[in-house]
């Protein structure tokens, strides 16, 4: 029962780390952190992200700008740059770590007590790149609700709104979290013995071979 669980959860883990890496990387380019809908022209659909600001017109299309400066950034999105490049490196090393740490891999095989600390390493790799990837995304959910409700910008003037990357990234981070604690769970087992039998029969040659050669025939 302690095998089949162990087994469960490293591939669940490792399946959510993979899973997670791939929606924060996406959410790192999606030009969708923003939405803005003005009430003037209906037809005109602003959304903004950490690289780019684009404008969606049902006659012209969409058309998107990269931003000129890092520096002219408002301090979430220069931040949010960082900590998603940052989530991103660890996510991918943490899923490297621990796949050299599965039992499915038959590399290290005897080496068990060093597979089960590349399997904590990259479990905890993983959860830190999930923190790393909520923490810019909610910062900026609560300027823009912060933003949203404030009473001395004047009504006329329109507030952005969430855009589709926030709940992505949402989803990337608790997927992270969620992948590195199953893959600490999983190295808090220990796996089951190896069959007996399965190294004393090659031991047990080994002197038989030695005996053989040293001996001679008698002429």
Known sequence: MTLVFRTVAQLAGIS???LGWLLSCLTNYLPHWKNLNLDLNEMENWTM???QTCVTQEEV???????????ALPAELRISRILMFLSNGMGLLGLLVSGFGL??????ERLQDHKKQLLVLGGILSWTSGI???AP???VAHTMVREFWDETIP?????WEFGEALFLGW???FSLVLGGCLLNCAACFTRAPLAPGHYTVAETREPQQLEMKGTSPKT
């Open 155 to 159: 009504e006329i003037v329109p507030r």
């Open 61 to 71: 299309g969409t058309q998107c700008k990269d931003f000129d400066s890092f520096l």
């Open 49 to 51: 992200g950490l690289w």
């Open 16 to 18: 959510l780390s993979l």
């Open 132 to 134: 790393t990837v909520l």
């Open 171 to 173: 989803f990337a981070g």
């Open 103 to 108: 039992d499915c891999l038959k590399i290290g």
């Open 137 to 139: 995304i909610s910062w």
